[in-house]
């Protein structure tokens, strides 16, 4: 009796979903900031994370990222945003175990 074994392969572009509903609020200092569209506005930015706050019965995907640099996208305009500047916004974590962003949105300034 003969036994096949199957591989699998992970396309790991493909893997860009959100694992579970999450939210967490981001307080970080944005080191990159690049307009990669401008209709619809697209803004990738690289932004080192200081804090990530839960938010009420969510999970917080930001947490393990306090200390680093993330990379994040948004749809809002936020081509007055300087690097070094401190930013507050909300955060969903969209990808899969092996790579991921950060979907930004609602920018308030950190206090």
């Known amino acids: 009796m003969f ?4 591989s699998v392969v992970y396309n790991k572009s493909i893997m860009m979903v959100s694992a579970a509903p999450n939210k967490c609020i981001l307080t970080g200092i944005v080191r990159k900031l690049e307009l990669k569209s401008e209709a619809p506005p697209q803004f990738t930015i690289e932004l080192e ?19 680093s640099t993330v990379r994040a996208t948004t749809s809002e305009d936020v081509s007055e945003l300087t690097k070094g500047a401190t930013i507050l916004c909300d955060a969903e974590y969209v990808g899969g175990p092996f790579s991921g962003v950060f979907r930004l949105s609602n920018f308030r300034e950190s206090s």
């Open 3 to 6: 036994h096949h074994q199957r």
């Open 49 to 67: 994370v200081l804090n990530a706050a839960n938010v009420e019965d969510m999970p917080n995907f930001g947490r393990r990222h306090i200390g």
